[in-house]
Structure formats: C-alpha cells, structure tokens
C-alpha cells in the first residue's frame, strides 16, 4: 500500500488544464516538502518534472506546475496537449533516508 | 550527456540469486547518491535502495532489506544491486537512478532491467 494517495485517473481536453493531489498518508508525509513529480510514457523511463515541492528541472515546460497545501501536493498541468498524455508520480522523501511514492495517476487527453 | 545503463536482468526461480549493474557516464558519479527503484509489470514505481555518493552509507526499502545489498565502485563509474533469496513479488523492471540535492531527488533514470522471479 503506498503511503501517498493519488487518483487513479484524470482526463482533460487540449487546451484545459488539469490537477492532480497527492496526499500522505501521515501528516508528516508531504509535510517535508520534498515532494517530486514524474512522468512516464508507455514503455519508457520516469522523467523528474517538479523537484522540491516546485521546482522544474533545466527543459521541462513551464506548463508544468508545483504546489501544496496542507497535507495535500499538487501538479497543475496548464494548456493540455495530446503529448501530456501519460502516467503521473508523486514521490516523498519520508526522511531516515527513504522514499515513498504515489500509486500513479493515468492523465489521458480527450 | 548523463546515461545510465543497466544490465543483469532475467529469469530465476525463487529463492534465487541475480547481480544487476549499472553503467554511468556523462557526469561525476562520484559525486552523486545513486539508488534503484523498481516497477513491478503494470504497477506503480517503488524506491528500493540508497547508496551514499562516497560508498559510506547504504538504506534500503524494508522489503528489501537483509536481501539485498547495493554497492558502487567509484573508480569504474558502476552501481550494482545483489538480489538474493528472490520473492515472488520482486518480478519488477529495477531502475538505477541517480539522486541530485539534499535531501535527494530522482534526476536522472536509466531505462531499466527486468527481472523475473518464477519457477
């Protein structure tokens, strides 16, 4: 069972934008703002797009966005397109040197 | 520009042991903590191990521990994971990943390794 809750499926048309929560399991979870956010297509690697709560990584697109809210991180993802199409990870650092992540989130684009 | 490239992955039966390695290039591996993480065939991803940047220092998942041991050799740029006593549930494709800031984050992915457990 993972430690960080995601939904299991978002859906947007081209254009929109869209949200995706995390939310920990325990209060101190995503309370240590280190929360991370990946995307990965069909068959390929998890790529990094948000670091540290709200960072992006050198080329990932502003369109991608960080935030949270209480016990609750979230990745905004502003004027959909056909390519954002993918699975979504949030992942914590829990601290004594561990890591938990979300279940994963399938956005798919109308 | 920054590789990781994995090798060692198949098929064992449980109770079984395999050794994956990863090979780095592209940046100062020396200088970074390295982990694996795995994804089981249609699941989610899983952090699996931690090795400190100055070989000093390794954790592990608690379904992993006591199993499995990660080591690196800075001089030849490589990550190796030493699976034993294999489970069912550890049928995954493993990931090595490098881990930027402090505490880490996962930057960088190489494309992964499966393996099997199955009798």
């Known amino acids: 069972q993972s430690a960080l809750t995601e939904p299991a499926s978002v859906s947007g048309s081209p254009g929109q934008s869209i949200t995706i929560s995390c939310s920990g399991a325990t209060t101190d979870v995503v309370s240590y703002n280190f929360v991370s956010w990946f995307q990965q297509h069909p068959g390929k690697a998890p790529k990094l797009i948000i670091y540290e709560g709200n960072k992006r990584p050198s080329g990932v697109s502003n369109r991608f966005s960080g935030s949270k809210s209480g016990n609750t991180a979230s990745l905004t993802i502003s004027g959909l397109q056909s390519e954002d199409e993918a699975d979504y990870y949030c992942?914590?650092?829990?601290?004594?040197?561990?890591?938990?992540f979300g279940g994963g989130t399938k956005l798919t684009v109308l | 520009q920054v590789q990781l490239v994995e090798s060692g992955g198949g098929v064992v039966q449980p109770g079984g042991s395999l050794r994956l390695s990863c090979a780095a290039s592209?940046?100062?591996?020396?200088?970074?903590?390295m982990h694996w993480v795995r994804q089981a065939p249609g699941k989610g991803l899983q952090w699996v191990a931690l090795?400190?940047?100055?070989?000093?220092?390794?954790n592990y998942a608690e379904s992993v521990k006591g199993r499995f041991i990660v080591s690196r050799d800075n001089s030849k740029n490589t990550l190796s994971l030493q699976l034993n006593s294999l489970r069912l549930e550890d049928t995954a494709l493993y990931y090595c990943?490098?881990?930027?800031?402090?505490?880490?984050?996962?930057?960088?992915w190489g494309q992964g390794t499966l393996i099997t457990v199955s009798s």
């Open positions: 990943v490098r881990g930027d800031g402090s505490p880490t984050y996962f930057a960088f």
């Open positions: 090795k400190s940047y100055d070989e000093s220092y390794e």
């Open positions: 992942c914590s650092y829990v601290g004594s040197d561990t890591w938990v």
């Open positions: 592209g940046f100062s591996f020396r200088s970074h903590n």
